[in-house]
């Protein structure tokens, strides 16, 4: 299989075509074989109509800008095309996908004993007597419902883009120590009651994994003691080997929103959770834990732990992934500009989209994801 860039031949091709004396508009041209030889020859799906669902995320301005496609069935690539400039090598930012491998390197916690999901959660900031975040519990967390005032983006009649906490905290006056910005936030709810979905949330819960993993405040040691176990437990298991992780100045990494991947390697991650966290064989994040994310929380149905999926959200929250498109099982990791990670277990399926649409115009693109989705059969 060969991957391409943007193809200009077939458009070019169809502009002559409608050149002529007569009014009716000229059907497109037939593609190509080299055309077509970025769609494998195993794809369940035949490559012509495989080909005019995924064509659109490049070339129809609505969905603009689409820098990477590609598609796993069954484990195995069968289609990858990227925009121009980019290819297999180049590392995409995660922006918001990043959470949900926040997700999971939580469970590996969880399932090693040192992290209890409905214990408080251990942040030393929270510990002192009177202190109502000291009753947010990690479950609470990773459901993004810890009561916690954080604004993840600008609100009208609300805080501007320079007051929004997701930007003072990553870019602005928080950036030398984004745990402690975040950490320092006051209550706006009781803990379980509201979501609130909120970057610096994640962030919390890199520096609740840093801190289990060692006591130490040096920032060099914070960050080479997270990167071991982030190495360990995650990137070599999954043969993620293009992956980095980025940190702030106190050597907390940037689970919210900054991890750099090729599509492979994110394509290696949503494979991973379809196949509730083994690889070729072996077990490496329990299956319960898996689960544990892909069901809904208490109050988002859409929301899972740290993933969001195919469901129907409460009136007046945005709609996300294509809940009318396919089913509810399937899940994705979900990222500002309409980075994607969708898999569906059902069909064996894991899409990674990659690129940079405005999020307030993500609809259309997201739609064609979902129009991918459902020409896959369930797979028995």
């Known amino acids: 299989m060969h991957k391409i860039k943007i193809a200009t031949l077939s458009a070019f091709a169809f502009s002559l075509s409608s050149c002529g004396a007569s009014d009716e508009p000229a059907a497109p041209l037939k593609k190509t074989a080299e055309e077509l030889a970025y769609i494998a020859d195993s794809s369940p799906i ?8 995924i064509s659109p995320l490049f070339e129809d301005p609505a969905m603009s800008e689409t820098r990477a496609v590609l598609i796993m069935h069954r484990g195995e690539i069968i289609a990858e095309r990227y925009g121009e400039g980019y290819d297999e090598d180049t590392r995409f930012i995660s922006w918001s996908m990043a ?9 590996f916690l969880v399932a090693d004993g040192r992290l209890v999901l ?3 959660a251990p942040v030393p900031a929270w510990q002192r007597p009177g202190d109502p975040r000291g009753d947010i519990t990690l479950r609470q967390l990773i459901h993004m419902s810890s009561g916690l005032d954080h604004t993840e983006v600008p609100e009208e009649n609300g805080k501007t883009v320079y007051e929004a906490d997701t930007n003072r905290m990553l870019f602005l006056d928080g950036s030398g120590d984004t745990a402690a910005y975040a950490e320092a ?25 840093t ?3 060692t006591k130490s405040e040096d920032p060099k040691v914070r960050r080479d003691t997270a990167m071991r176990f982030i190495r360990g437990r995650l990137l070599e298991p999954l043969g993620m080997d293009g992956t980095y992780f980025e940190f702030d100045a106190n050597g907390t990494f940037l689970g919210g929103s900054i991890i750099q991947a ?3 390697d994110y394509a290696k991650f949503g494979e991973f959770l379809r196949n509730n966290g083994a690889r070729k064989g072996a077990q490496h994040l329990p299956v319960s834990w898996v689960q544990f994310m892909r069901t ?31 089913s509810d099982t399937v899940f994705g990791a979900l990222g500002h500009l309409g980075q994607q990670i969708v898999v569906s277990p059902d069909q064996k399926l894991t899409i990674v989209r990659l690129g940079k649409t405005q999020d ?12 991918i989705v459902s020409l896959f059969p369930t797979s028995k």
Do not use: C
């Open 296 to 326: 809904s929380s208490a109050n988002d149905p859409a929301y899972g732990g740290h993933i969001w999926l195919n469901k129907k959200r409460p009136e007046g929250r945005n709609q996300v992934l294509f809940p009318d498109m396919a």
């Open 99 to 107: 959470k949900s491998f926040t997700g999971a390197l939580v469970g």
């Open 360 to 371: 307030d115009v993500l609809r259309p693109m997201s739609d064609q994801i979902g129009r």
């Open 118 to 120: 409905d214990d408080p």
């Open 46 to 53: 035949e490559k012509a109509r495989l080909d005019t669902a």
């Open 211 to 213: 801190r289990t993993l």
């Open 185 to 209: 936030r006051p209550m706006e709810a009781e803990p379980g009651e509201k979501f609130e979905y909120s970057t610096a949330t994640s962030i919390i819960l890199a520096d609740i994994i």
């Open 262 to 264: 090729t599509a492979r």
